[in-house]
């Protein structure tokens, strides 16, 4: 079966940090992308770590705040996510394929996106 879980998500005021964990079970993954949907808009590419490269990539909103890395034996990867802003207002979901690095907006078509985890960045 199938599973990604986010978790960490929270309410944290203007410049805040959350650090949010990321668990698969049911399928090989060679690379975690972190994407999230705030309302009324589509998902979109958020970052991406190549679990075997140890290499990553971030659209550019949040380069320089937000740092994905990868996880030991019981969860795959982390978003560490510092300086928030209100527009990083989301649900903020994990997958096991990463976002097109040269449009981090396109619209993924993937099957098994999991529950989120909701971000809420608000004084």
């Known amino acids: 079966q199938v599973q990604l879980v986010e978790s960490g998500g929270g309410l944290v005021q203007p410049g805040g940090s959350l650090t949010l964990s990321c668990t698969v079970s049911g399928l090989p993954y060679l690379a975690i992308g972190w994407f999230r949907q705030a309302p009324g808009k589509e998902r979109e590419g958020v970052a991406c770590?190549?679990?075997?490269?140890?290499?990553?990539y971030y659209r550019d909103s949040v380069k320089g705040r937000f740092t994905a890395s990868s996880g030991n034996s019981r969860v795959a990867a982390y978003l560490q996510m510092h300086s928030l802003l209100p527009e990083d207002t989301a649900v903020y979901f994990c997958?096991?394929?990463?976002?097109?690095?040269?449009?981090?907006?396109?619209?993924?078509?993937?099957?098994?996106w999991g529950q989120g985890t909701q971000v809420t960045v608000s004084a």
């Open positions: 770590i190549s679990l075997m490269a140890g290499s990553s």
């Open positions: 997958a096991t394929v990463c976002p097109n690095s040269y449009d981090m907006s396109q619209v993924i078509d993937w099957s098994y």
